[in-house]
């Protein structure tokens, strides 16, 4: 079946850094979503991000499909942007998820 | 406001006595589906349906039975939870292939 990395597995920062997530994935996808866990548990979608650049307020994403990856950018990180970044690619009927990025964001 | 609801969202229960989480989405999607996620492995599917009356298994399904009565409801069952049920389980519809909308997250103790 198709492979989801994501890297890197933890990431520390001070509240105000960047960050780029990365998610690489085995075989084309047709789509791909970004999720945030939070610390209570709940998936928030991100991103519903096939191909191109999409962006969020501080938060963008960009899916280059050819070349097998995604990006996730943080900028003027917040505390609140604590927790588990997931990629998910869709294949057939379900979605295959990385195993994510546990992000920290320290005051 | 579109949502996924899902009901109860924590529940501590014993071995072998049969429960329901229930799963309602308010957006007319046809694709709902259930996933749970455990440390180490990640989230993984345990049912999805297509439509009403349209279900099919996804990586993990021992254990447990949906059913898709009506478009906007779709619960999971287990007749005879075990510990190794243990888990935060999530439902999740879509229109195909559009993006997915989870819900709040179900957390499940079996003792």
């Known amino acids: 079946g198709i492979q989801v990395e994501q890297s890197p597995p933890d990431l520390i920062l001070q509240e105000g850094a960047n960050s780029t997530l990365r998610c690489n994935f085995s075989?084309?996808?047709?789509?791909l979503q970004w999720f945030h866990q939070n610390p209570w548990g709940q998936l928030i979608n991100l991103f519903y991000?096939?191909?191109g650049t999409k962006q969020n307020g501080r938060l963008s994403a960009t899916t280059v499909a050819t070349e097998r990856y995604s990006l996730l950018y943080i900028s003027s990180s917040q505390t609140t942007d604590s927790g588990v970044y997931f990629c998910?690619?869709?294949?057939?009927?379900?979605?295959?998820f990385g195993s994510g990025t546990r992000l920290q964001v320290q005051p | 406001e579109a949502q996924v609801t899902q009901n109860p969202r924590y529940l501590i229960t014993v071995t072998g006595k049969k429960l329901t989480v229930t799963c309602s989405q308010n957006?007319?999607?046809?694709?709902m589906s259930w996933y749970r996620q455990d440390p180490g492995l990640g989230l993984r599917q345990i049912y999805y349906?297509?439509?009403?009356?349209?279900?099919d298994k996804g990586d993990v399904p021992e254990g447990y039975k949906v059913s898709r009565k009506e478009k906007r409801n779709f619960p999971l069952i287990l007749e005879s939870p075990s510990p190794n049920q243990t888990s935060l389980y999530f439902c999740?519809?879509?229109?195909?292939?559009?993006?997915?909308?989870f819900g709040p997250g179900t957390r499940l103790l079996v003792l």
């Open positions: 075989d084309s996808v047709n789509n």
């Open positions: 957006m007319n999607h046809e694709y």
């Open positions: 998910a690619v869709h294949r057939r009927r379900a979605l295959t």
């Open positions: 349906s297509m439509n009403v009356e349209a279900t």
């Open positions: 999740a519809s879509s229109t195909s292939g559009e993006t997915q909308y």
């Open positions: 991000i096939p191909s």
